[in-house]
């Protein structure tokens, strides 16, 4: 399953056995590449992974990480793709409002400067 990483944001499929993979995943996966998001598959691990143990009800299940950071996890059922639209817009919100506030304390500081020269 190829998968490209126009942004930090990872979905992990997480499944019982690696032959489960049906419609739904194949799905997921290639929305998941038409966004940019790094797209994985593994077996369901409860002693390896706290997001398993903690966070799944049910297989087959997508967690959704922010870099090493855990966001949600979603499953089949749910809208997913629209929720993973949701995780892109609050990345791209978020870097905007980075880039606005770098801006506005680099205007302060040339103020600044100016101010005391």
């Keep these: 399953m190829p998968s490209s990483s126009k942004y930090p944001i990872e ?17 997921v996966n ?8 790094k797209f994985k598959l593994r077996e369901y691990d409860s ?18 990480y922010f870099g090493e950071g855990y966001i949600d996890t979603f499953y089949p059922d749910e809208t997913i793709l629209d ?21 506005a304390w680099k205007n302060f500081l040339n103020f600044w400067k100016s101010k005391n020269t």
Excluded at 47 to 62: E, G, H, Q, V
Aim: with cysteine; net charge negative; glycine share 2%.
């Design 11 to 27: 979905v992990c499929c997480v499944v019982e056995h690696h032959s489960d993979v049906d419609t739904d995943i194949e799905i």
């Design 30 to 37: 290639e929305y998941s590449s038409s966004l940019g998001l």
């Design 47 to 64: 002693w390896k992974y706290n997001d398993d143990r903690y966070s799944i009800t049910s297989l087959p299940a997508f967690h959704v």
């Design 83 to 103: 929720k993973l639209d949701e995780c892109v817009k609050n990345y791209e919100k978020k870097i905007s409002e980075k880039k606005k506030f770098i801006e």
